[in-house]
């Protein structure tokens, strides 16, 4: 960033979905200019940008004592504020006599028209802004079809998109950092209450590291092992066959840049096959492909992709939904996942389709509703991705799966897990079925299934009856378009 010599003054770094110090293009600018640096991480309340659910706050605490101690580490500090971002930027300038502010970019369309106008007002005001690629492989603008148009269907997207992605090299942490002569006023984070009290649900979250030296961790785990048989693995919610990376990567605490370098010398390296390192990165294709969905298509959070969903006959259907989200819909898989979604804030992510469709398509419940119930259990909830992957479930959203094709909550679970290791796990009053009835405890013998017929709901709808008023729900939607 070009900063006029002769304008005195630090420059802040406002740290969002990027809470680390290796690879952070945006920090390593402001330190490029020489100046004192300022890190300062603001809990946004920008109204109309959506406020982040309860397993996120749960985490972002984590993350920042993660942070903030890295950055003692380097002889520096982590500023905390909270209130409206551009109210808060102005008040940390004006008090630190900052000279300019740098930040990397993000994508969801509140995010951008925040960031476009306090963009405008430093300006006008003299400072220096700057925003830098970090969140993405690619700038969502510069992958494009022939005709100049962003693409719909994600195979071209991802074949155009890694051919941008010849060289990737990634940025080492600093190893110190310029603190000014005053620091301006920070938040205690102790302040901020993200932690549950009253009652603390988040017991089950202790399978998570958050932080930045959580996340390479989980990388270099997930590379060394996992990663080695994950085209089929990664469709076995027994198994821990993924890297569970998606909540490091939400907030930045490893970013996809140094995902995908990591991976390439993985590949190069022998460690793993080749098909294995390629499957695992076109999941991160993915996640580039719903940013960049929603980056060209901002009303994907509230409207359908595909306008002719718009007249689909959503069901009133309190019961069902309340069922579902407290995993008692009497469907082994679909509760399982529902309750490990409670427990750990993560599900398995076939359970994530299965549970999703499920919702929609045997209970007829509008799939907004779904995805605001994940958004607020989910550590990984992502706008772009939570919006894209249950619109896709719905068949409403780009390249999605077509919504004629239902889960089999039942055939789902025999085939992926066959011994019901997962469904033990989350339903423990199943635990002692045998395998041929763990995916429909209703078929047990009498004498197996005493505790599960006292304690297990008997399915909420019948999965045949429901999948035909599925059919039905969506031959009305095609006779309307
Ligand atoms: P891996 O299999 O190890 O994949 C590596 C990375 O690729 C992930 O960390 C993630 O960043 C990305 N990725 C993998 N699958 C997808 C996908 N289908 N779409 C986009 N990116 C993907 N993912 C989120 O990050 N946030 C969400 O809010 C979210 N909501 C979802 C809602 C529904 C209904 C469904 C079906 C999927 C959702 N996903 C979401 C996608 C996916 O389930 C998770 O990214 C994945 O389960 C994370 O586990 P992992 O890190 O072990 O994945």
């Not at 939400?250 to 840049?257: A, D, K, L, Q, T």
């Not at 423990?428 to 709901?457: F, G, M």
Request: proline share 7%.
């Amino acid at each position: 960033m070009r900063i006029d010599p002769g304008v005195p003054g630090p420059v802040i770094v406002w740290l969002r979905n990027d809470l680390r110090l290796a690879d952070n293009p945006a920090l390593k600018a402001a330190i490029d200019t020489g100046r004192p640096v300022i890190p300062l991480y603001i809990l946004d309340e920008t109204p109309g940008v959506r406020a982040m659910g309860a397993a996120s706050l749960w985490w972002l605490d984590k993350s920042l004592r993660a942070l903030s101690d890295s950055f003692k580490a380097i002889g520096s500090k982590l500023m905390l504020r909270r209130g409206p971002a551009q109210e808060i930027l102005k008040d940390v300038i004006v008090h630190a006599g900052a000279a300019g502010v740098v930040w990397n970019r993000l994508y969801e369309p509140a995010a951008i028209a925040r960031d476009a106008e306090i963009k405008a007002a430093l300006k006008a005001d003299g400072v220096v802004v700057e925003s830098c690629l970090a969140g993405l492989l690619n700038e969502p603008w510069t992958v494009q079809n022939g005709s100049k148009q962003p693409y719909k269907v994600f195979t071209p997207y991802w074949r155009a998109a890694r051919a941008h992605l010849t060289h990737v090299e990634v940025e080492r942490a600093p190893k110190h950092l310029q603190a000014p002569e005053h620091w301006p006023h920070s938040d205690a984070l102790d302040g901020w209450n993200l932690h549950p009290r009253k009652p603390d649900w988040s017991k089950g979250f202790s399978i998570w590291t958050p932080g930045e030296a959580g996340a390479l961790e989980r990388l270099d785990d997930f590379l060394s092992g996992a990663v080695d048989g994950y085209g089929e693995g990664r469709d076995v919610p027994g198994l821990e066959a993924t890297s569970r990376l998606s909540p490091h990567l939400h907030f930045g605490e490893i970013g996809p840049r140094q995902v995908w370098a990591a991976a390439r010398t993985a590949a190069e390296a022998g460690d793993a096959p080749h098909g294995e390192i390629e499957k695992f990165l076109s999941e991160v294709g993915w996640r580039e492909f719903n940013h960049s969905i929603l980056f060209h298509w901002p009303q994907m959070p509230k409207r359908n992709f595909r306008p002719e969903f718009d007249a689909f006959p959503w069901a009133e259907n309190p019961k069902g939904f309340e069922a579902w989200i407290e995993g008692r819909t009497g469907y082994p898989l679909v509760d399982a996942g529902m309750r490990e979604l409670w427990a750990t804030g993560f599900m398995h992510n076939r359970v994530r389709m299965i549970t999703a469709s499920f919702l929609i398509k045997h209970l007829l419940v509008d799939w907004r509703d779904g995805e605001a119930w994940f958004w607020d259990t989910l550590v990984d909830a992502d706008l772009a991705n939570n919006v894209g992957n249950w619109q896709w479930v719905a068949g409403s959203g780009a390249d999605a799966s077509p919504y004629f094709r239902i889960f089999n909550p039942i055939g789902q679970g025999e085939k992926f897990d066959p011994k019901g290791a997962y469904v033990r796990k989350w339903v423990p009053e199943l635990a002692n079925l045998p395998d041929s009835a763990i995916h429909q405890p209703w078929t047990a013998p009498a004498h197996l299934s005493v505790e599960a017929k006292r304690s297990y709901a008997r399915p909420i709808v019948d999965h045949g009856r429901a999948r035909a008023r599925a059919l039905e729900a969506y031959r009305h939607l095609r006779g309307n378009a």
